[in-house]
């Protein structure tokens, strides 16, 4: 019997154990480092999942042992690796159907993203007007918050493309202090964003 | 450079700002956010600030229930040690309603 992601994660929520030592394993800012990331990592999911799944999957994948943290990695840094996966692999299911993968599939998808420094991208190549109708108005509202900076949207124009800092410096005209200056700017209204529970 | 980032494959450029962005949140020192929730009116030290909302389980679990149902290999590797089942209380159900405290009454402290 095949159950929907978020009803697995909705089945983990009820263990106390989880939570708790997931507070053993991060400070208190990491955790709202934490709930930043995954209100961020959430954008473009489907309706029925929210960041709130997104942590407590990764919490429980990673307490279970179904996750191994690799020597030398944080625990906020694997945690938001294994959140990207669970992203990736919800973005993944949703557009082959939940019908027709098999729950195991999803385990194997966000195992095989161990390597956290890896940049998770769509794999399927079909187009999908729907989904890219979705991360359009995602990418419009991301777009949206920092409406009125310039050179941070410059900054995310080159993410988006796929350019690395450098890149971006070069292509815009940036000088190392004013990229850094924007990374900052940039940050603030992430933070200030992810840490309140309301909607753009 | 494009002037949008419309006109490639939207999922492509989406997993890629998120991907980013999601770096420089981690990137973020702790003065970082604490000065966000500053912004916000927010203050992170105290106890039941907004800011945790939506990971306050996770923070006000009692220690009892801890370790119910762990790898142990895991705990061992985390420091941390087992507990048989007859040692843990009953483990409360996060639905039921919490019982909301009068003014002048005490916490009852007694699972922490």
Known sequence: MLKPICK???????????????LNLVTEFDLLRLKTIARLYARGLPPDVDWGDLIQEAIARVLSGARRQPEGVTTIVFLAGVMRSLRTAYLRRARTGAGQQREK??????AADDDASRIDE???PAPDPEHAVSALQEIAAI??????DAMVLRIIHGLAEGLSAEQIR?????????YDSARKRMRRVL????LTCGNL | MRKSVSAERPEAALARIVSALGQELLDASDEEILAAAKDLGMNPGMKGSAAFLGLKYLRHAPPEWWLEGFDAALLARLGMPGREPSELGPVPSLTAPRRSRRP????????E
Do not use: M, N, W, Y
């Open chain 1, 170 to 178: 070069s292509a815009c005209g940036i000088t190392a202090v004013d």
């Open chain 1, 143 to 148: 777009e949206r918050l920092f409406g009125g």
């Open chain 1, 122 to 124: 769509p794999r399927d």
């Open chain 1, 105 to 110: 599939s999803l385990e194997q998808a966000a």
């Open chain 1, 191 to 194: 933070l200030r964003e992810g």
């Open chain 2, 104 to 111: 002048g009454q005490k916490k009852d402290r007694s699972h």
């Open chain 1, 8 to 22: 697995r994660a909705d089945h983990f929520v009820p263990s106390p154990a989880a939570r708790a030592l997931a």
